[in-house]
């Protein structure tokens, strides 16, 4: 990973949250944005509670979720998700930058999951910091799996291939381009470009036909020609670099 983009994700989970919910005028349409961090005491404008706080007792026809932030509270995650999915409304995801970690699993909940080609999401098992002896540890990392299985349920709903497949796309920290996150089923169109800034091109090399340095390319050029969603031309699998850091210590999912 390079340096900017360690300082652009660290950058913006010490931003403030931005929670807005607009009523489109005349019309049974609302917006509803969820930008910067997700979840819990520290986070609480992009709580569950808050979240639900804006959608009671609104009857709506059409809800349109704009998403752009790193991560956060697994459970937060998964409430909001859960309070989306449970709402009359037909929702409707459009990421505007990127859904990471919890924010991914909030997409989940969309109907329609709308990705310009500029945007990322990132899929990743469940993390937090812990001290204590070797029991609390062993403890701490039992609770992480029963978390991992319950986030990994909200992607499978989804996910065009199999079980295996998608634990080792979350293992392996995922970054995923919107003709990807569309070739694995977790997206359903691409979109044309939006204004955002956008994240360093990490890969400098040219992959030559046939070969896969990692294993989510391997599944895109499997997946990619089959799934009846993507109407666009099957992606040309990009090479990532061989050493791979783990960013698990900067989107917190367990709190």
């Given at each position: 990973m390079s340096k900017e983009l360690k300082e652009q994700i660290m950058n913006m989970m010490g931003k403030k949250t931005d929670v807005r919910f607009e009523a489109n005028e005349d019309s049974q349409e609302y917006t509803l944005y969820i930008y910067g961090p997700i979840g819990g005491f520290i986070f609480s404008n992009n709580s569950a509670?808050?979240?639900?706080?804006?959608?009671?007792?609104?009857?709506?026809?059409?809800?349109?979720?704009?998403?752009?932030?790193?991560?956060?509270?697994?459970?937060?995650?998964?409430?909001?998700?859960?309070?989306?999915?449970?709402h009359k409304a037909e929702i409707i995801v459009h990421v505007d930058g990127w859904a990471a970690s919890a924010a991914s699993v909030i997409a989940m909940a969309g109907d329609k999951i709308i990705m310009p080609e500029n945007t990322m999401m990132m899929i990743h098992r469940a993390s937090t910091i812990e001290w204590g002896n070797a029991a609390l540890f062993e403890k701490t990392a039992a609770d992480l799996r029963k978390v991992d299985k319950s986030l990994a349920a909200s992607y499978k709903k989804r996910f065009v291939g199999e079980q295996s497949e998608l634990d080792q796309l979350l293992d392996d920290e995922t970054f995923l381009t919107a003709e990807e996150a569309v070739a694995f089923g977790l997206a359903d169109t691409v979109d044309d470009e939006i204004e955002i800034q956008e994240l360093e091109d990490l890969d400098?090399?040219?992959?030559?036909?046939?070969?896969?340095?990692?294993y989510?390319?391997?599944?895109?050029?499997?997946?990619?020609?089959?799934?009846?969603?993507?109407?666009?031309?099957?992606?040309?699998?990009?090479?990532?670099p061989a050493a791979k850091q783990n960013m698990s210590k900067l989107f917190l999912n367990l709190k």
């Open positions: 509670q808050g979240i639900r706080r804006k959608l009671q007792d609104v009857d709506a026809e059409k809800i349109h979720v704009h998403i752009n932030s790193p991560g956060g509270s697994a459970f937060d995650g998964v409430a909001i998700g859960n309070l989306l999915k449970n400098d090399d040219d992959d030559e036909e046939g070969i896969y340095e990692n989510k390319d391997k599944l895109v050029a499997k997946y990619a020609p089959k799934n009846p969603k993507n109407n666009n031309e099957p992606p040309n699998p990009e090479p990532t």
